[in-house]
C-alpha cells in the first residue's frame, strides 16, 4: 500500500512561488504525479516524473513556472511553482501510478493523498 502526504500549500499573492511537497510510505512505483482541482472542475494533469530516469511532464499552462523533482533519499516528490498566477487557485493532489497507462489522465494513478490547497490572490 502506498500512502501520500501533501504539504507546502497556502496563500500567495500573483507572482509569488510556492514548493508542494508529497512524502510517501514508499516510492516503488512508476510515476508520480501533481494534479490540481478547482471547485466543480475536473481534476487535471499538472506535472509528473517518472521514478526510474526522472524524465519529466508539464501541462501547458504551468510549463516554465513550475518545477517537478524528486529526492529518493527521502521518498518526497517535490513541485516548485513560481510566477503564481490567481487561476493556478487549486487544490494540488500528489498522486502515484503502479502502471504505464496515460501519464497526463487521472485514471491511471492508483494512489492519492488529500489535498493541499494554493490560494493565489490577485
Known amino acids: 500500500q502506498v500512502q501520500l502526504v501533501e504539504s507546502g500549500g497556502g496563500l500567495v499573492q500573483a507572482g509569488g512561488s510556492l514548493r508542494l511537497s508529497c512524502a510517501g510510505r514508499?516510492?516503488?512505483?512508476?510515476?508520480m504525479a501533481w494534479f490540481r482541482q478547482a471547485p466543480g472542475k475536473e481534476r487535471e494533469f499538472v506535472a509528473a516524473?517518472?521514478?526510474?530516469?526522472?524524465?519529466?511532464y508539464y501541462s501547458d499552462s504551468v510549463k516554465g513556472r513550475f518545477t517537478i523533482s524528486r529526492d529518493n533519499a527521502k521518498n518526497t516528490v517535490f513541485l516548485q511553482m513560481n510566477s503564481l498566477k490567481p487561476e493556478d487557485t487549486a487544490v494540488y493532489y500528489c498522486?502515484?501510478?503502479?502502471?504505464?497507462?496515460?501519464?497526463?489522465?487521472?485514471?491511471?494513478?492508483?494512489?492519492w493523498g488529500q489535498g493541499t490547497q494554493v490560494t493565489v490572490s490577485s
Open positions: 516524473i517518472i521514478w526510474s530516469g526522472g524524465y519529466t
Open positions: 498522486a502515484a501510478r503502479p502502471g504505464y497507462s496515460s501519464i497526463y489522465n487521472s485514471v491511471s494513478y492508483n494512489y
Open positions: 514508499t516510492f516503488r512505483v512508476n510515476a
